[in-house]
């Protein structure tokens, strides 16, 4: 079993930039695909971005060309830069892990581990 917690999240203008951090203990990160889901106010949680353990990366297309996520194996992290933001991007943010094959980017809200959120406030 792996256990993650977030870090990162804050209060940015539109326009301004974040970047979340995810540490993995308990398990080493290299067993998991990786993913960043997120839970606007009053809406179900959504989908943001994924690396598979060979790096393959998926992101929704609200994200796209603003996101990055990224892996430190070595480190037992898994980030997610977070440029131009908007605030539609308002949201408690979730780090989670699954079992997955080499190439999986997995993007269902299913994963195997949860961290306990950050949240993430984009003011205009």
């Known amino acids: 079993q792996v256990q993650l917690v977030e870090s990162g999240g804050g209060l940015v ?3 301004g930039a974040l970047r979340l ?3 993995a203990s308990g398990r080493t990160l290299n067993s998991y ?3 960043w889901f997120r839970q606007p106010p009053g809406k179900e949680r959504e989908f943001v971005a994924a690396i ?7 992101y929704v297309d609200s ?17 997610l830069q977070m440029n131009s933001l908007k605030p539609e991007d308002t949201a408690v943010y979730y780090c989670a892990a699954e ?5 999986m980017v ?4 299913d994963y195997d ?10 003011s205009s």
């Open 13 to 15: 203008q539109a326009g």
């Open 21 to 23: 951090s995810c540490a």
């Open 33 to 35: 695909a990786m993913g």
């Open 52 to 58: 598979s353990r060979s790096g393959i990366t998926y």
């Open 63 to 79: 994200v796209k060309g603003r996101f990055t996520i990224s892996r430190d194996d070595p480190k037992n992290t898994v980030y």
């Open 99 to 103: 079992i997955a094959s080499w190439n």
């Open 106 to 109: 997995p993007r269902r809200n």
């Open 113 to 122: 581990f949860w961290g306990q959120g950050t949240q993430v406030t984009v």
